[in-house]
């Protein structure tokens, strides 16, 4: 079966959400509980059965995420020529810089303060913070044209599952 990238992790999810139900139910309806000289409550459940359900949804996410993987290493994202996978790596580095940046554009280029003893204390940026601010638009719309391209490249490319 032929789905693209993005159909691909939103199967998996709800593979995941299937197996959660399931083991819900194996968690709540596997034990039943009744004093002596009364009727025991029978349920539905039934321990191989689940475990094959369980076994074969395992089963069909190791299959679509090894797909995905493979595209992520082959599949080059449009404007940045570098792979899926290459893109996810970069997109979480050039976050974690807007972060930095973010914390550096906090401080005011000169600041004073006045310690415990009444001395005057002066704290300066060796750096521009007008500037910080300006590197981080700048690199707000490359995260963002970086990010589009990789939904453009998960709804574009195909794996067979």
Known sequence: MKMCNSEAMKAVKELEEKKKNILYIENTRSRISYKEG???????????????????????????????????????????GITIGEALVYLAQLNAEYDQLDKLSDHNKLSRTITYNGVIEYTECLYDPDEIIKEMEALHRKICKLQVSIDRANLTNYIEV
């Open 38 to 80: 009364e009727k025991k409550v029978q349920t539905n459940y039934e321990y191989a059965a689940t475990r094959n359900s369980v076994a074969e949804i395992d089963e069909r996410i190791r299959a679509i995420k090894h797909a995905l993987a493979v595209c992520n290493c082959t599949a080059v994202v449009d404007d940045f």
